[in-house]
């Protein structure tokens, strides 16, 4: 969508801050030992606290209030049955509607212990995050996001999940443009809006440059024994910086 009225801005923040609280107090109390449906159910408390309505569910039927994926998967795991185990890479990604407006985050977290190629992987993706947002400016082109998350991801060695991308939002949970790619495309020619909300959302792997389908319909995973990270924010483009809707 592209932001028309003060009530379409005042909005978008109120759910903004909603789906940043509660990936907030989730990744708070994710610790070894619990399940990842038990974690989902925090989510599921904490979106009713606030009135919101879980994005994926409303839209997509998805099983499950939050998409929580550890190591292997990358995006989309379905909370269930699965123990945390001390040093999992654990990625919450909560994307929630109220009074018809969307927004969407998502962070990544180390259980203890963890390792210096785990840290480099969280500290390059919320690099790639930063500098992909800092290009995000009226005027500029589209594919300066992914060019942006591109550098960050030769400068550090990691590899970018290439089928995942980020998005247009809004009125939805997916709107236009609905594929902004997390790497350098030198023939799209789109350009960044005055007033357009997007997400930004790199995912960068130890070893993965693609996600595949898990036999549940739904988890993208990549090779056993790899890591991915993706951190993400929602947020309105302006002529200088970004409005990032999903900061706490």
């Known amino acids: 969508m592209t932001i028309e009225t003060e009530q379409d801005l005042k909005a978008l923040r109120e759910i903004g801050r909603i789906v940043a609280l509660t990936l ?3 990744m708070n109390q994710t610790e070894a030992g619990m399940t990842t449906g038990e974690l989902d159910l925090i989510g599921k408390a904490l979106l009713e606290r606030y009135a919101a309505h879980s994005a994926p569910k409303v839209t997509y039927n998805f099983p499950g209030y939050t998409c929580i994926s550890i190591n292997e998967e990358v995006a989309h795991g379905i909370p269930g049955s699965r123990i945390i185990q001390p040093g999992d890479v654990v990625n919450i990604d909560v994307s929630a509607e109220k009074n018809g407006y969307f927004a969407d985050t998502g962070g990544t977290l180390i259980v203890p212990p963890g390792n210096s190629i785990k840290s480099q992987l969280i500290d390059s993706t ?6 992909a ?5 009226a005027g500029r082109p589209l594919n300066g996001i992914g060019k942006a998350i591109q550098q960050v991801a030769k400068q550090t060695g990691f590899e970018i999940i290439r089928n995942l991308c980020s998005h ?3 009125l939805g949970l997916h709107e236009e443009p ?3 790619p997390g790497y350098y495309v030198p023939g799209d020619k789109r350009k960044l809006e005055a007033g357009m909300v997007i997400t930004i959302e790199p995912f960068l792997s130890t070893t993965n440059r693609f996600a595949r389908e898990t036999d549940d319909g739904w988890t993208l995973a990549g090779r056993q024994h790899s890591l991915s990270a993706q951190f993400e924010h929602t947020l309105v483009i302006t002529k200088g910086k970004p409005i990032l809707l999903t900061l706490v």
């Open 24 to 26: 907030q107090e989730m």
């Open 126 to 131: 919320q690099l790639a995050l930063r500098e």
């Open 133 to 137: 947002c800092d290009h995000a400016r």
């Open 168 to 170: 247009g939002i809004g």
């Open 178 to 180: 609905a594929e902004i």
